[in-house]
């Protein structure tokens, strides 16, 4: 196995145990370096699933936060 390889291979092993956070942002990072792969989103995708009331609160409370961070820049 290539070294380039070897960290998607672990962030794909280790996504059961993350929580929504640790999911949103090793996609984000993954994705920001243009890395596609397809092991690895496959795996966020699986554990995403089974945290996905996790993900809707995270995704409320950034939503909040950006309103409020709007409201302060009025």
């Known amino acids: 196995m290539r ?3 070897l960290i998607p291979w ?3 092993a280790a ?4 929580n929504a956070q640790n999911l949103a942002n ?3 990072a993954f994705a ?3 890395q ?3 092991k690895l989103f496959a795996a966020l995708a699986r554990a995403a699933e089974l945290r996905m009331s996790e ?3 995270l995704s409320k409370l950034e939503a909040k936060v950006d309103s ?5 820049t009025k």
Request: net charge negative; hydrophobic share 45%; glycine share 8%.
């Open 55 to 57: 993900l809707d609160a």
């Open 3 to 5: 070294c380039d390889n």
């Open 10 to 12: 672990r962030a794909a």
């Open 26 to 28: 090793t996609a984000w």
């Open 68 to 72: 409020l961070m709007a409201q302060e």
């Open 15 to 18: 996504a059961r145990g993350f």
């Open 36 to 38: 596609s792969d397809e």
């Open 32 to 34: 920001t370096l243009g």
